[in-house]
């Protein structure tokens, strides 16, 4: 698969010329305007360590802000549909479906995101979005559970956030 936006790790000739600078170094969005339209699905995943407590007390809903991963769900959604004003060359593009699912474990939670979309570029950075803003809603959720004496986080984090899998169909 390509990356529509950055164009440097293409398999399609026409995508290695796309380029985010024009001749005299100035940054620019890629014009897709020309490329046909193509189906695109992009799943990315991450993980947010947490206390065992805390993780506890997400599975038992007793998180005094409320139902965190019903939360996280609906801000990986919100992320998804706003990503091309949070990352500036991402193109506005017609967001067809978005799916959060969330694994929980002893010490963490998981949360992949796919992201489906019809249109000219790929569907990555949203999913990437979703993925990273729901994890750090969680994280907001459960940050008084999570401190320390010091009002520190020492064991929480958020780690392996990864484009899993990208796809690409053409349409006929």
């Given at each position: 698969m390509s990356d529509d936006r950055a164009g440097s790790e293409s398999n399609d000739s026409d995508?290695?010329?796309?380029?985010?600078?024009?001749?005299?170094?100035?940054?620019?969005?890629?014009?897709?305007?020309?490329?046909?339209?193509?189906?695109?699905r992009a799943v990315a995943r991450g993980t947010i360590h947490l206390s065992a407590d805390t993780v506890r007390a997400i599975r038992d809903d007793e998180i005094g802000k409320g139902d965190v991963l019903a939360t996280a769900r609906i801000g990986a959604i919100q992320a998804v549909k706003h990503t091309w004003e949070t990352i500036p060359m991402c193109h506005q593009i017609p967001i067809t479906n978005v799916d959060t699912e969330f694994e929980v474990a002893d010490e963490s939670v998981a949360l992949s995101v796919t992201v489906g979309t019809t249109g000219k570029t790929g569907c990555e950075m949203e999913a990437l979005e979703g993925v990273t803003t729901g994890l750090n809603v969680v994280w907001d959720m459960v940050k008084a559970a999570e401190k320390d004496d010091d009002g520190q986080y020492p064991g929480t984090r958020i780690s392996d956030v990864e484009v899993v899998t990208k796809e690409k169909e053409t349409l006929d």
């Open positions: 995508d290695r010329d796309l380029t985010h600078v024009d001749e005299e170094g100035n940054v620019q969005m890629v014009d897709v305007g020309a490329k046909p339209d193509t189906r695109r």
